[in-house]
């Protein structure tokens, strides 16, 4: 069994700051990618930021520069940094890694969610 947690949301005004964590525990041979993804009320969940097992990262185009993902492997963590915030970036907040378990199967697991509010 693994599990993700998410934590850090809340509301903010526009130009404030969010971190964002997601720790990973359970059955756990190796994390591979871990990524942030966002979804707001109709429209389809998208890739926020991507950090590999070797700490290279990537960025959707509209929070670059403003974002910064970083992980700590020896605790499992994912964060998202979130500076400049503004209004449109509200949306709930999933963490999602790539994960082999110590049965040496691969799967990407979801954390819960957390719901970030920027107000304007």
């Known amino acids: 069994q693994v599990q993700l947690v998410g934590s850090g949301g809340g509301l903010v005004q526009a130009g404030g700051s969010l971190r964002l964590s997601c720790a990973a525990s359970?059955?756990?041979?190796?994390?591979?990618?871990m990524d942030w993804y966002r979804q707001v009320p109709r429209k389809q969940r998208e890739l926020v930021a991507r950090?590999?097992?070797?700490?290279?990262?990537n960025y959707a185009d509209s929070v670059k520069g403003r974002f910064t993902i970083s992980r700590d492997n020896a605790k499992n963590t994912v964060y998202l940094q979130m500076n400049s915030l503004k209004p449109e970036d509200t949306a709930v907040y999933y963490c999602?890694?790539?994960?082999?378990?110590?049965?040496?199967?691969?799967?990407?697991?979801w954390g819960q969610g957390t719901q970030v509010t920027v107000s304007s």
């Open positions: 359970g059955s756990i041979f190796r994390i591979n990618a």
């Open positions: 950090i590999t097992s070797s700490g290279s990262t």
């Open positions: 999602n890694a790539s994960i082999l378990t110590t049965n040496f199967r691969s799967y990407d697991y």
